[in-house]
Structure formats: structure tokens, C-alpha cells
């Protein structure tokens, strides 16, 4: 049974920074791949940042250069460090996990649950 957590979201201003983790379980960590997926009102869900098991890194190119994604295979945990923040960053951030070629959330999914959210203004 798989389930992810996320945390780490909040308030910032413009060129600051955040970090959101994302917690797994009932999975082998390992051999799986992480993203994260964020969407903001009236937009589709994206995937911004993906991290595969051999630690290959994908970003899209909106946040190449400022967010990085990293992973904790002991702890079983994704990260998502976001540095420079804009305001089109504002977001409710997702975690997902794929194994083989199935993401655990469907991407064209209706709800994903709660997220993090973050907003980025002054």
C-alpha cells in the first residue's frame, strides 16, 4: 500500500527559498522514480522536477537552474529544494512515484489530495 506525504510548503518572498520533502512508504524505494508535480488556479498540473532510481535528474525547463530534486533512499524521501522564487512559482506542490512505467498518481487524475502549498509574494 502506497502512500506519500508531503510537507515543507509555506509563505515566501520573491528570490527566496523553500525546501518540501515528500515522504514514501509501502514501496521499494529504491528502484523507483520521484517527481514532483505542482499546480497552480486555472492551470494543468505539471511535473517540474523528476529524480529516477539510478539518480538521473529531469527539471522542466520553467525551474532549470533554480530547483533541484534529490532523494534519501534509506529514509525513504524526496526532496525538492527551490531557490529564486517568483511568483509564478505559487503552487500546490505534489509528490509522485512511479514504478516501471505506472505513476502511483495518475497524471490526467482529477485529485491528487492536498499537497504543499507555496506562495511566493511580498
Known amino acids: 500500500q502506497v502512500q506519500l506525504v508531503e510537507s515543507g510548503g509555506g509563505l515566501v518572498q520573491p528570490g527566496g527559498s523553500l525546501r518540501l520533502s515528500c515522504a514514501a512508504s509501502?514501496?521499494?524505494?529504491?528502484?523507483?522514480?520521484m517527481g514532483w508535480y505542482r499546480q497552480a488556479p486555472g492551470k494543468q498540473r505539471e511535473l517540474v522536477a523528476a529524480i529516477l532510481s539510478g539518480g538521473r535528474t529531469n527539471y522542466a525547463d520553467s525551474v532549470k537552474g533554480r530547483f533541484t530534486i534529490s532523494r534519501d533512499n534509506a529514509k525513504k524521501m524526496t526532496y525538492l529544494q527551490m531557490n529564486s522564487l517568483n511568483s509564478e512559482d505559487s503552487a500546490v506542490y505534489y509528490c509522485?512515484?512511479?514504478?516501471?512505467?505506472?505513476?502511483?498518481?495518475?497524471?490526467?487524475?482529477?485529485?491528487w489530495g492536498q499537497g504543499t502549498q507555496v506562495i511566493v509574494s511580498s
Open positions: 509501502g514501496t521499494h524505494f529504491s528502484v523507483v522514480t
Open positions: 509522485n512515484l512511479k514504478y516501471g512505467s505506472t505513476w502511483f498518481r495518475r497524471p490526467d487524475g482529477a485529485d
